[in-house]
């Protein structure tokens, strides 16, 4: 079964640091790999996906992923945090062609004045 | 991309009630899916609403506790029956359009805060 692993419950950077958010994911077939941001009380936004083409993936906000399949992770990074980013992110995987979402458990980022 | 409308947006029953949450998309789409996410923790997916014919429910969900209604590709139901505080959640509708350009991206309503007391 596939799975999605978050390194990191929180994560706390200063504002105008590397933010880097970390998912290893388990699947036997390549899947398809997604970044959503969650802020407070709101739904989720789709940040950026990964489906087969490019393996660094740019998404919106300044975010990006580098798809790595000899590591099975999709780290999500932005070089500049800003304050606005303080959210909560989650890696998900989907099954090819299924349309399910698993996530992970989530990274709660912190940016620190 | 898709816009989604849940009702109610939040709401407090006593355990042994029955809520129905609905969604409605302006546009139609061709797959919709119900996800659980229980206070502090991640999205589970509970089934998949399926336009005309039942749904398709995840391991540990079943149809008598989460009815789901698709009576077309717009709108969807899901009911959470005889309630116990264990079902304090989020419930979160999303869809997947598989016939435009936002192919394989699925976008979320808002969600709907649920609390059993």
């Known amino acids: 079964a596939q799975s999605v692993t978050q390194l990191g419950s929180h994560v706390s950077v200063s504002e105008g640091a590397l933010v880097l958010l970390r998912c290893n994911y388990s699947s036997s077939v390549p899947p398809y790999l997604f970044w959503y941001v969650q802020y407070p009380n709101q739904g989720l936004q789709l940040l950026l996906k990964y489906t087969s083409a490019a393996t660094l993936v740019k998404g919106i906000n300044g975010f990006e992923a580098e798809f790595k399949k000899s590591e099975t992770s999709f780290h999500l990074t932005k070089p500049s945090a800003h304050m606005s980013d303080a959210a909560e992110y989650f890696c998900?995987?989907?099954?090819?062609?299924?349309?399910?979402?698993?996530f992970g458990q989530g990274t709660t980022l912190q940016v620190k004045p | 991309s898709a816009v989604i409308s849940q009702k109610p947006s939040r709401d407090i029953c006593q355990r042994g009630t029955s809520l129905t949450i609905q969604c409605q998309v302006d546009s139609q789409v061709t797959m919709m899916f119900w996800y659980r996410q229980q206070p502090g923790q991640s999205l589970t997916l509970i089934a998949t609403?399926?336009?005309?014919?039942?749904?398709?429910?995840e391991s540990g969900f079943v149809i008598d506790k989460f009815p789901i209604s698709r009576p077309n590709l717009t709108f969807s139901t899901l009911t959470v029956s005889n309630m116990s505080p264990e079902d304090s959640s989020i419930y979160l509708c999303s869809v997947e359009d598989r016939t435009s350009f936002y192919y394989n991206e699925q976008f979320f309503g808002p969600g709907t805060r649920l609390t059993v007391l």
């Open positions: 998900a995987v989907s099954p090819t062609h299924t349309g399910k979402l698993i």
């Open positions: 609403a399926n336009q005309g014919s039942e749904a398709t429910y």
